[in-house]
């Protein structure tokens, strides 16, 4: 067994894709039956809502709020930031109302096979798609990612700077960018055909 | 002379750097006096007001506003959307406030090039940053980026939706990340002593 072929036999028993949205689960299942390839991580693209006490301190964030499938309600959003009062979780911090796109990570055996599956992930529509890490052993590791995305502050220290017609607003772009990114997730898993 | 070092020269000889920072000026020098890189492009990070007609059509976004120093003020980006309605511009577009990273292309000449790179960059807090491109010839594009981002709607079809107390607010959170991005273009400029 190669040390590709050991890598990808650990990353395959740590898989768990009970609750993942079908779009990624085929494209996972796809990816993982060629040889020269296995996921490491994977998001079929979400709206979250964050709490975080500055910009970029994103390992103190904490999630209030997470959906990955469209359409997200006001109603929804409101009561998640209401719920994060009673979780004692202090009000003097920034929340921010951010969506995702998909984002997958995937290893390759070598250079050809990550330019191989690259190529595709932009021809899908994963334009901000690159090579993320090149190992010693050859293994390369591609981030297959979109450009749908939107990061807005809502409000600071318990106070929403933003009114509810601006929120639903925030939320019809949020919500066609979730139902964008899978359609993409569609057209990337037609795409990998051309894998070998 | 090499297929990459005709590609550095015809490179340098478009290069125009007279109205940039002084922060991206010094890093484009430095990269482009090492013998086995030269730069593509670069901004070092900036304040957007675009008009778009639909999210993701960058294509046809236009530019209502550009800022590349903090602090960009309120009054600054409503004349810029008044100014927009008088150059002609149709009302039936969104606009958006979007904060963006410094950036930069660099040509590598090798993958080992390449590597030492994206090492600086990442540990100069450019963790967004990856290869983008493999040439036959062996060339790699590396894209240096970071992580702060802001897209923000901010109204549409001429109707601002977001109130001039959340404007203040979403414009200190620009203002603070424009900063942050300078600041890691300095990290990322004393880092490229590492390279050869």
């Known amino acids: ?13 740590k898989l768990r894709i009970g609750g993942a949205d079908e779009e990624i689960v085929g494209i996972i299942e796809k990816i993982n039956s060629f040889e020269g390839f296995f ?5 079929s693209g979400r ?45 003097e911090r920034e929340i921010w109302l951010l969506s995702q796109s998909p984002i997958l990570h995937v290893a390759c ?4 096979k990550a330019k191989a599956l690259l190529r595709i992930a932009i ?22 990612v979109s450009t749908e995305r939107m990061d ?12 509810e017609g601006y929120m639903d607003f925030i939320l019809s772009k949020a919500n066609f960018m979730l139902e964008r990114g899978k359609g993409k997730l569609k057209r990337f898993y037609s795409g990998l055909e051309e894998l070998e």
């Open 1 to 13: 067994m190669t040390i590709f072929e050991k890598q990808k036999k650990r990353a395959l028993e």
């Open 39 to 43: 996921t490491t991580s994977s998001c």
């Open 47 to 91: 709206i979250v809502l964050i709490s975080i006490p500055e910009i970029g301190a994103k390992r103190a964030a904490k999630f209030i709020g997470k959906w990955h499938r469209p359409p997200v309600s006001r109603e929804e959003v409101q009561e998640a930031i209401k719920l994060k009062g009673r979780e004692g979780i202090t009000e």
């Open 109 to 112: 055996r070598d250079l050809e």
């Open 123 to 144: 021809e899908s529509g994963f334009k901000y798609s690159g090579i993320k890490a090149i190992s010693k052993d050859g293994k390369v590791v591609v981030e297959i």
């Open 152 to 163: 807005v502050p809502l409000g600071k220290d318990g106070v929403m700077f933003c009114s």
